[in-house]
């Protein structure tokens, strides 16, 4: 089994709609995690971080259920410019911080 | 601040040849690291480095070299180019500290070897 798994997608959504991606890790010892974006052939960029209480930045509101082992990355009102694939970091400690990246997830916003 | 610079931006090298990717923080970031990144495999680590003089293995160590002689620079060497080593290199640098951070990546080197 993979440290961090994630449904390569596509997913395929109107503009406007809401969009949830699933991120599921191994390691119940991993303490951190963080979404990134990656647009195609650009570089990887820190969308935002996961707390234990969720948290929110605009339209996009992560989750992490530490019980079911996941993380989850939710859309709303989804823009054409929100194209792109998503990544989940899983972050455990063993001596130096260890950053496990998922393979992501591709989101296509259809007008 | 120009944030994580990488060169080249593409390049192509025949089989057994040698050549050197660069990367240029000016964040005064501790910890760099270089990832490569496969179709299908995500980005798995090459090397890394916690400060000046420090560095270690990371997944695919094998066929490349790191050294880091400043905080700013983190130079990844190709010893003898092979076509497994075909993909896109990204170097990334963040602080240090108790609580994990965020890397910042460079924009990449998408290297074919022929």
């Known amino acids: 089994r993979k440290e961090v798994e994630q449904d390569p997608g596509p997913f395929n959504v109107p503009e406007g709609a809401t969009v949830a991606f699933n991120c599921t890790y191994s390691n119940s010892a991993s303490q951190s995690f963080f979404w990134y974006r990656q647009d195609c052939r650009k570089e990887p960029k820190l969308l935002m971080s996961v707390y234990s209480s969720g948290n929110e930045d605009g339209r996009f509101t992560a989750q992490l259920n530490r019980a079911s082992q996941y993380i989850s990355l939710l859309i709303r009102d989804s823009k054409l410019s929100d194209s792109a694939t998503y990544l989940c970091?899983?972050?455990?400690?063993?001596?130096?911080?260890?950053?496990?990246f998922g393979t992501g997830t591709r989101l296509k916003v259809l007008a | 601040n120009a944030g994580v610079t990488q060169t080249p931006k593409f390049q192509v090298l025949k089989t057994g040849q040698s050549m050197t990717l660069q990367c240029a923080q000016d964040?005064?970031?501790?910890?760099m690291s270089w990832y490569r990144q496969d179709p299908g495999m995500g980005l798995r680590l090459i090397h890394y480095s916690v400060g000046a003089g420090i560095t270690d293995q990371g997944e695919v160590p094998n066929g490349y070299n790191v050294s880091r002689s400043t905080t700013e620079d983190f130079p990844l060497r190709l010893l003898s180019a092979a076509p497994s080593q075909t993909s896109v290199y990204f170097c990334a640098s963040r602080p240090p500290g108790t609580v994990a951070t965020g890397y910042t990546f460079g924009s990449g080197t998408r290297l074919t070897v022929v």
């Open positions: 970091v899983v972050i455990s400690t063993s001596g130096t911080y260890k950053y496990i």
């Open positions: 964040m005064n970031h501790e910890y």
